[in-house]
């Protein structure tokens, strides 16, 4: 079984402030895939980032970044200078096994304020 | 455009009323899945396919059918909807991996809001 927890339901930050937002995961699987998507207000739901569990660097990607620690089975997000746009819901996902599922957390809800 | 398409967005509907929620997409995946999304739960997902004539349970596939008779087509089957099939719905997609599992960069329908009085 595998499961992903996201302890942080609600966040808010005022604009230009760095938030991170938590992943905790558990697999008994060795090879396994973490992600991350984004639900604007708007409801769709856009994939941000994918990373295997052979691949423990952590990476940027503009203002976003990821921390990813094996020994803590922690798949952490960073958004740096925080902007309105960044208001959304943000899920952090889990692929293990064979890959045929992918589990949700509950998802944290950033709110960044003007 | 590349795209999953879900129909309807919102329905209302009565306890025991059959109802077909159609996802279809057009890039050729051969993983697709259908999620549930409620407050505080994230989501979850109910069926998913990975390829033609194949499907699988998720984690709540209760009170839900799904078929794959075409490549682009999943549809989500609620034979006598219940209250608490009440939700927002995703079709998702990708493509498979070359180890034969998705590779978890789902392409998301825009969603279905169903409601079951």
């Known amino acids: 079984a595998q499961k992903v927890t996201q302890a942080q339901t609600e966040i808010s930050v005022v604009e230009k402030e760095d938030v991170t937002l938590d992943c905790v995961y558990e697999?008994?699987?060795?090879?396994?895939?973490l992600f991350w998507y984004k639900q604007p207000p708007s409801g769709e739901l856009v994939f941000l980032i994918r990373?295997?569990?052979?691949?423990?660097q952590n990476e940027i990607s503009g203002r976003y970044s990821w921390n990813f620690q094996k020994s803590t089975s922690s798949f952490n997000f960073t958004i740096t200078a925080s902007q309105v746009v960044d208001s959304a819901v943000y899920f952090c996902a889990l692929s293990s096994g064979s890959a045929r599922q992918l589990t949700f957390g509950s998802g944290t809800q950033l709110t960044v304020l003007p | 455009e590349a795209q999953v398409t879900q129909n309807p967005r919102y329905l209302i509907t009565v306890t025991g009323k059959k109802l077909t929620v159609t996802c279809s997409q057009n890039?050729?995946?051969?993983?697709m899945s259908w999620y549930r999304q409620d407050p505080g739960l994230g989501l979850r997902q109910i069926y998913y396919?990975?390829?033609?004539?194949?499907?699988d349970k998720g984690d709540v596939p209760e009170g839900y059918k799904v078929s794959r008779k075409e490549k682009r087509n999943f549809p989500l089957i609620l034979e006598s909807p219940s209250p608490n099939q009440t939700s927002l719905y995703f079709c998702a997609s990708s493509l498979l991996s070359t180890k034969g599992g998705n590779t978890g960069e789902l392409f998301f329908g825009e969603g279905s809001r169903l409601t079951v009085l």
């Open positions: 890039m050729n995946h051969e993983y």
């Open positions: 396919s990975m390829n033609v004539e194949v499907t």
């Open positions: 697999t008994r699987d060795t090879t396994y895939y």
């Open positions: 990373r295997n569990s052979f691949d423990e």
